[in-house]
């Protein structure tokens, strides 16, 4: 499965963003999705991943959702009271086990998208 992460951009902290992971080739229903993200100088970090659930980073948790729309073949993470903090370059990724994608062990990734947010 291919994947395309867009939606990025600049926003003021306490601002929102969607982001949006568009499959390819294959129907992304069928696997676990999930969303990184790497901040300048820092390793990449998991964020949330969907799979028959929902499961978050506690440094996102309540500020963020995922979801699927099936039909469009599309995993989205809406993005509200953004900080400072999240600003990274954001990446989805899919796997077959969601506990892959947790674990950040997925065989398939996507480009990414610039989150910036200013203070």
């Known amino acids: 499965v291919q994947l395309q992460a867009f939606g990025g951009g600049l926003v003021q902290a306490g601002g929102s963003l969607r982001l949006s992971c568009a499959g390819s080739?294959?129907?992304?229903?069928?696997?676990?999705v999930g969303w990184f993200r790497q901040a300048p100088g820092k390793e990449r970090e998991y964020v949330s991943a969907i799979g028959l659930s929902q499961y978050y980073a506690d440094s996102v948790k309540g500020r963020f959702t995922i979801s699927r729309d099936n039909a469009r073949n599309t995993v989205y993470l809406q993005m509200n009271g953004l900080k400072p903090e999240d600003t990274a370059v954001y990446y989805c990724a899919a796997d077959a086990a969601v506990r892959n994608v947790v674990a950040g062990t997925v065989n398939y990734w996507g480009r990414g998208t610039l989150v910036t947010v200013s203070s």
């Open positions: 080739g294959r129907t992304l229903s069928n696997y676990a």
